[in-house]
């Protein structure tokens, strides 16, 4: 497929596009994780240096990764190097188009467990299981399903079947239709929750908690946590928004599309606190309880509400929702690969690639019961799966795709794909050329746990990077100019 061919498969629309991509987004670490880092780490203070991390990381490279897909009009491997060969840049670029599907692929394989949680407590809160029980005796409950392999394994399998079956209709059928009612549904139940909260809950102790501005409680961490958080919830370098693009009609703004999902993600998030967080304070229960929050501490406070298991069954279908949005997007890009370069039917191609995924899910679920005792360096198989992918192959991804649309790619393919101002197009290219690459160092550093920098260090941190990064566009003529090529030293 030529580099400016039309795909077999388009968007129906723009919104199409835009409520697949934020389902892609919108996950597990919005509904609780996001709201919970907000409190934390200094409330408006954070969520405001997370909106500037959003502007200056995420809506940069998302911009970028929608545009290679649309000129690449392929999967991510597909794609990288149908612009690499535009370009006349090195063929291997194409080895991050198989590292950002991989890791797509490796995040499901564990995330499939995770959604497991919620569609089995989507049917606890139904079926009334959870009322009467105590925290301890919740926690008993939790530990008693990830202990049973048939159980746990049984909801990684219902999420992977309830996946690919959408995957395997298509990007039309399936994909966009099953998020047109997806994400608006999943709006309304928080809405109806935030109401709730409105009226039943400590909102005002919510709120505050939520954005009130406290910069003295805003430390480096904080900023690292912001900075990681805008990076890894619009689900960049994993394929999804990469092969997402690749769907896109041409004339749809990338920019104005880019900038409403990044809002629309911002605000599923803020939204999930408001609902969420008046109710736990109303029940004098910790914020900061991490996973246990949803399944063992926030049920109970359902079974003290009036029409608690209305709300609750109301709150799992939410979750669980948002758990098989992201997980469509996570295997899209490999499903594509297989039906560009295997020569298979999109029914065939989902099936298989939901089979080995559903294979790799399960060594990951037995890391809670039967393999406990199977580790390797002090970590379960779940364990690496979650370490290779969030600390090592999504940032090395997201610097890749930075260097490509800042340094490799010419200017004339990107600028004719973004569609921006001349003004608006330097900008673009700064942030992606300088701003994205040093954000996301930080991010990798930080995750690698090998600096610990306090907050008045970044700056001089950040500085020496700019000036290395000058200093290498000033002496290498390799660097200079919208037509710069970087080629891999590998040959």
């Given amino acids: 497929m030529t580099a400016r061919q039309q795909p077999k498969n388009l968007w129906i629309s723009r919104w199409g596009f835009i409520l697949a991509a934020t389902g892609s987004a919108v996950g597990l670490g919005n509904i609780w994780k996001f709201p919970y880092i907000t409190g934390e780490y200094g409330g408006g203070a954070f ?9 200056a990381v995420g809506v940069p490279v998302m911009m970028a990764e929608i545009a290679f897909g649309r000129r690449g009009r392929g999967s991510p491997i597909e794609a990288i190097a149908n612009l690499a060969r535009e370009a006349g840049a090195s063929p291997l670029w194409k080895v991050f188009g198989w590292m950002a599907m991989l890791a797509g692929f490796m995040i499901l ?41 048939w159980a746990l394994g049984g909801w990684a399998t219902l999420v992977t079947v309830v996946t690919m079956l959408i995957v395997g209709r298509g990007v039309q059928e399936g994909v966009e ?22 009226t039943s809950g400590n909102f005002s102790a919510g709120f505050h908690f939520l954005f009130d501005f406290d910069v003295s409680r805003l430390s480096s961490e904080g900023v690292l946590a912001a900075l990681g958080h805008a990076f890894f919830t619009l689900s960049l370098a994993s394929g999804a928004i ?22 629309a993600d911002t605000l599923v998030a803020l939204m999930a606190g408001l609902a969420i967080f008046p109710i736990i304070f109303a029940n004098g229960m910790d914020p900061s309880s991490g996973p246990g929050l949803i399944f063992m501490s926030l049920p109970v406070a359902f079974n003290q509400m009036p029409f608690g298991q209305l709300f609750g069954v109301l709150f799992f279908a939410m979750l669980s929702i948002a758990a098989l949005t992201s997980a469509i997007s996570m295997i899209e890009a490999t499903v594509a690969w297989l039906s560009e370069n295997r020569n298979m039917s999109r029914t065939k191609a989902s099936w298989l690639a939901g089979s080995v995924l559903w294979l790799v899910a399960m060594f990951a679920m037995l890391s809670f019961n039967l393999g406990a005792d199977w580790t390797l360096a002090g970590k ?25 649309a800042g340094f490799v790619f010419k200017s004339s393919m990107l600028r004719d794909e973004l569609d921006l101002s001349e003004g608006g197009y330097r900008i673009w290219l700064f942030m992606i050329r300088y701003v994205s690459p040093i954000c ?24 020496a990077i700019v000036l290395a990064c000058g200093a290498g566009e000033t002496l290498s003529p390799r660097l200079r100019g919208p037509r710069v090529v970087i080629r891999l030293p590998v040959r």
């Fill in 177 to 198: 239709k099953s998020v047109r009612w997806m994400m608006p549904g999943m709006v309304i139940m928080l809405l109806i929750m935030i109401g709730y909260a409105l």
């Fill in 242 to 263: 990469l092969t997402y693009g690749s769907y896109l009609p041409s004339g749809t703004s990338i920019a104005r599309t880019t900038f409403t999902v990044a809002i």
């Fill in 47 to 55: 969520v405001l240096v997370y909106l500037a991390c959003i502007l």
């Fill in 109 to 149: 394989s564990f995330y499939v467990v995770v959604a497991g949680w919620s569609f089995s407590y989507l049917w606890k809160m139904a079926s009334g299981s959870l009322s009467g029980h105590g925290v301890a005796e919740l926690g008993g409950i939790f530990e008693a399903g990830n202990a049973n392999p």
């Fill in 440 to 463: 996301i160092v930080a991010i990798f550093i930080d995750a690698l746990g090998v600096a610990a920098l306090s907050l008045e260090d970044w700056p001089y941190f950040l500085g």
């Fill in 380 to 404: 379960h198989f779940f364990d690496w799966l979650d370490y290779l992918t969030s600390r090592w192959m999504m940032p090395i991804g997201g610097i890749a795709m930075a260097l490509l």
